[in-house]
């Protein structure tokens, strides 16, 4: 039996999906490391840095607005998923409750598992950002970042931290862990911004 997991998209897509990438078949996984397993009677979100410290526990995120999202999602090694469905917490919801103090430009992510990534305050502070704990309708699995996850769809997908547990928002860039190691300090898919090319 033949096995194709990338198609070309066809017209009809194609200004969906940019440039040098292909539709994955699936939603494959893509985790450097091993899978962090966290009950979410365990599990806490502490925000830092830049604004006054506070830990964030399940219940506290469940009592936030929920919302729903259907967002595509492009990975740097060249696979896209289009129309993922998604429920969770919008950013810009969450961040309505917390004060950030007005030096602060950049945030680190910081995950459970060790894993780091880095935005510009303007990359995450939007709307269509959120904490994802389901997708397509089911509890988003542990190896897709579950019990929460970021997503940033503008954005390569390696921004959309999975097993988030810190938001540490800072006046200076600091770097996450791919782009200390080479990747693009933005991701912009559109763009192509892949690697730094420092
Ligand atoms: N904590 C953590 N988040 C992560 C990663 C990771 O290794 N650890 N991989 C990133 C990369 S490179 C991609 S493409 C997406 C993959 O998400 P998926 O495994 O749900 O497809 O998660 C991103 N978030
Ligand atoms: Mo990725």
């Not at 925000?47 to 006054?52: A, K, M, N, P």
């Not at 030096?103 to 894993?115: E, I, K, R, S």
């Not at 928002?169 to 782009?179: C, K, Q, V």
Request: charged share 20%; glycine share 8%; net charge negative.
């Amino acid at each position: 039996m033949s096995m194709k997991f990338f198609e070309k998209p066809g017209p009809e897509l194609a200004d969906r999906v940019p440039p040098g990438q292909h539709l994955a078949k699936g939603f494959p996984v893509l985790t450097y490391g091993s899978t962090p397993a966290i009950a979410t009677t365990d599990w806490q979100l502490t925000v830092s840095g830049l604004t006054t410290a506070k830990t964030f526990t399940w219940d506290d995120l469940m009592a936030m607005p929920q919302s729903k999202f259907t967002a595509d999602f492009h990975c740097v090694t060249t696979w896209s998923k289009l129309d993922v469905q998604w429920r969770g917490v919008r950013v810009t919801d969450f961040l309505d409750q917390i004060e950030i103090e007005p030096q602060a430009a950049h945030v680190l992510l910081q995950c459970y598992g060790d894993y780091t990534t880095n935005l510009a305050l303007s990359d995450f502070a939007r709307p269509e950002n959120f904490f994802a704990h389901t997708l397509f309708g089911e509890p988003l699995p542990p190896e897709h970042g579950g019990p929460l996850r970021l997503v940033v769809p503008h954005l390569y997908a390696w921004k959309s931290a999975k097993w988030i547990s810190g938001l540490e928002f800072l006046a200076e860039m600091e770097l996450g862990f791919w782009e200390r190691n080479g990747y693009h300090q933005r991701g912009e898919p559109w763009a192509e911004e892949r690697y730094s090319m420092g």
